[in-house]
């Protein structure tokens, strides 16, 4: 497709094949994670069973604001944000901004109240400290906290993670150039040739058809983990001398003329239902920026309308309730930059449209995993003849390819035993954690790694075949009871474990023994 | 240039080089992107662009054949960036001193 | 309904591209396939239906194309190339 010399071919292919084996294990880990976490919400309602459909938001609150606020100290009313936790619980968090160590956080009281309007539990502290996981949502936290940073501490798990999203643009644009008949191959899978073809062909493959996605999905990942370690501080430093205080409130705030004098806030059951009429659906989050002045104003964020990516925002004075205008999610007016910022996130997490844009962004990064793995055993299958060696890189691709997944099944597992208990924050990481070490242990001391291997694609097919028995064992609704409260997710995830399992058991059977064929010559460019 | 120094040249600017390099242009680009009607794309543009801007940077490195124009590129890019951020500091210095 | 009607378009034209596929069919020893000017007229085709998307203000459903196209593809490729062959 694009024609480089054979040098310059053969150093993007070295930089392609370089990156992909020195990043690429920890570059799995968090596309197979990410993929797991385009449902994280679904899989957070199927394994601490929540059958509530009512929003938080389409119940009264008005009234329990208000009684939060007056018990709260008056320097936590600078905002106040209000979003849905759990079982369809309502967070209100009273907080004002502060700088600690030169980074900003918030420090707050953070209130919960349950589906009958009673206080659940109140806590006091900044938004590191108050907005860890919880025991219902303990494996969706985890989930998607092992994408976003692979649980190390900020910065470093996000500059990680952004750096292997470099790594990612790098090989999506190396592959691109490097092979010269992209479109000529797109079909062409060998079955029968000797093993380098058959894995070049299905890596390839694979990757071709899945590489405008590969790009979108590197590109916007490196920006959400550059973007607060990285990216604002210098851009504030060049544009408000340091100030990120500045930076923030230029591009997510609303100006106007202040007006501190006190006013009680506009009827929030009002402006919730009306929000909710002009947006077609209940907010997902709403603001509200100092509370309890003239000046006060509400914001409130809705899921996409349908056919759109950005998500709709509305804007309302805070002290009469009054609507005053559609606005966009970052800015004040609309923009090349802000929609710009604003299509990011639907594009990286693909939940713009529902269940449909879910599932075929779970299939892609499935597809991205598929690319990885067939890469490095491409990597491995060239090099076979060359040195024996590599033997242990074979057993590692092989640890962490399957012994991921079944690390993240035992999680699931232990949370859905732990959560009765209130125990899941501790146990569902420290499932993973023994989990892991069983699996490197197997690595360690199984002979025969076919044997090895086919051990763990059965622990993966019998932990996936005992979640859901597992679940309705604990006292987890029942896929009657799921329906008749309008949640299918419950038993459409039930039935997608069983199935999986089922293939997975019926693939694990043993086979014919194979022959190697010996290793043709390849061209520099493959 | 010998191959050798070349090859660590090619490899500095392909490395730190197209990071520092990246960096700075998004610093620089505050100055020059316009602020569209709601006066933040001279903020977030470069934001966004920051990952693309290194991904160019990197493979400029990697393909260009004359590893002088790589380096007149990535310094040129370097100093008017540089520049154009240092200029913005030092004009509340020079306002005060009037 | 528009992104499903759209990917059902594409992948019925990219299984027509799979089918007459000249390299292809030479790795499967089989003859004949697709002239170069058929295929560029139904790739065209197959892009159709994503164009439509956009053009119809919708670009949720063209990501979606995208990305349902691109997954069909594949699926397409290991349809027709699944074979029982000695691995």
């Known amino acids: 497709m694009i024609h480089l010399s054979k040098e310059k071919t053969k150093l993007m292919v070295a930089v392609h094949g370089w990156s992909g084996i020195l990043l690429g294990l920890l570059l799995y880990a968090v596309v197979l994670t ?30 329990a604001i208000r009684d939060l606020a007056a018990h709260t100290p008056e320097r936590f009313h600078e905002g106040v944000n209000l979003f849905e936790m759990g079982d369809h619980d309502l967070g209100v968090y009273f907080h004002r901004d502060e700088m600690a160590g030169g980074r900003p956080i918030t420090r ?48 470093w798990g996000l500059l990680l993670t952004g750096i292997l999203g470099l790594a990612m643009l790098v090989a999506a644009i190396s592959g691109l150039l490097i092979h010269r008949h992209l479109l000529k191959d797109i079909f062409t899978l060998r079955r029968s040739a000797n093993p380098v073809l058959v894995d070049r062909d299905r890596h390839s493959v694979a990757g071709t058809w899945s590489l405008p996605f590969a790009f979108v999905l590197a590109f916007t990942g490196s920006f959400f983990s550059f973007y607060g370690t990285v990216g604002v501080p210098i851009v504030a430093m060049a544009a408000f001398g340091g100030d990120v205080g500045a930076l923030n409130e230029t591009v997510y705030g609303n100006p106007g003329k202040a007006d501190p004098r006190p006013a009680p806030v506009g009827n929030l059951d009002r402006i919730m239902a009306d929000a909710t009429r002009r947006a077609g659906g209940v907010p997902t989050f709403v603001g509200i920026e100092k509370f309890g002045r003239a000046d006060a104003e509400i914001t409130s964020y809705h899921q996409p309308a349908a056919g759109d990516l950005e ?38 997490f693909g939940n713009f449209a529902g269940l449909l844009s879910k ?17 490095f055993r491409l990597w491995l299958v060239r090099r076979r003849g060359e040195a024996r060696s590599l033997d242990w890189l074979d057993r590692t691709v092989t640890t962490v390819a399957v012994g991921l997944p079944v690390a993240l099944i035992a999680s699931a597992v232990a949370f859905i ?20 070490a069983a699996v490197i242990a197997g690595a360690a001391l199984m002979r025969s790694p076919a044997a090895f291997e086919r051990a763990l694609w059965l622990a993966m097919a019998i932990g996936m075949l005992i979640l859901p028995p597992l679940r309705l064992a604990l006292g987890g609704p029942g896929w009657a009871a799921a329906i008749d409260a309008g949640q299918p997710i419950i038993p459409a995830l039930d039935l997608a474990f069983l199935a999986a399992g089922g293939w997975l058991t019926w693939r694990t059977k043993p086979r014919r023994a194979v022959t190697s064929e010996p290793l043709a010559t390849l061209m520099p460019a493959e | 240039m010998s191959g050798s120094q070349g090859r660590w040249a090619r490899i500095l600017l392909a490395g730190p080089g197209a990071v520092l390099v990246a960096l700075v242009v998004m610093a620089g680009m505050t100055r020059w992107v316009p602020p569209g009607p ?48 240092a200029q913005a500091f030092l004009r509340p210095s020079m306002e005060q001193a009037r | 309904m528009l992104p499903f009607l759209a990917i059902l378009v594409s992948w019925a034209l990219i299984a027509s591209l799979c089918a007459g596929d000249p390299k292809r069919r030479r790795a499967l020893r089989t003859t004949g396939g697709q002239t170069p000017a058929t295929r560029r007229l139904i790739a065209a085709a197959a892009c ?25 593809g594949w699926a397409t490729a290991l349809w027709f190339n699944r074979a029982a062959a000695p691995r």
């Open chain 2, 38 to 85: 709601a006066g933040i794309d001279n903020l977030v543009v470069p934001l966004v662009l920051v990952p693309l801007i290194w991904a160019a940077l990197f493979f400029h490195a990697c393909l260009d054949r004359s590893i002088a124009r790589v380096a007149i590129v990535a310094f040129g890019l370097l100093a008017l960036h540089g520049g154009l951020v």
């Open chain 3, 48 to 72: 159709l239906p994503g164009l439509l998307c956009l053009a119809a203000g919708d670009p949720a459903a063209f990501l979606i194309w995208l990305g349902g196209s691109g997954l069909a």
């Open chain 1, 311 to 348: 998500p709709a925002t509305l804007l309302y004075r805070g002290a009469t309730g009054q609507f005053e205008r559609v606005k966009p999610a970052i800015g004040t007016r609309a923009s090349a930059g802000g929609s710009l910022v604003g299509i990011m996130a639907p594009m990286h």
């Open chain 1, 108 to 155: 707050g009281v953070y209130y919960r109240i349950d589906a009958e309007g009673r206080l659940a539990s109140a806590q006091r502290g900044t938004d590191e400290e108050i907005f860890g996981p919880s025991n219902d949502d303990a494996l969706k936290t985890f989930l998607v906290d092992t994408h976003v940073r692979l649980h190390l501490p900020n910065p």
């Open chain 1, 417 to 436: 035993i732990a959560m009765p208990e209130g125990t899941a924050v501790f146990w569902t990481p420290a499932a993973f954690v023994i989990a892991s």
């Open chain 1, 34 to 63: 990410g993929t797991a976490a385009v449902f994280a919400e679904e899989v957070g309602i199927w394994s601490a069973g929540h059958v509530r459909t009512t929003s938080a938001f389409a119940r009264p609150l008005d009234s």
């Open chain 1, 359 to 375: 599932a075929v962004w779970f299939a892609l990064g499935f597809a991205m995993c598929y690319v990885s793995l067939t890469g």
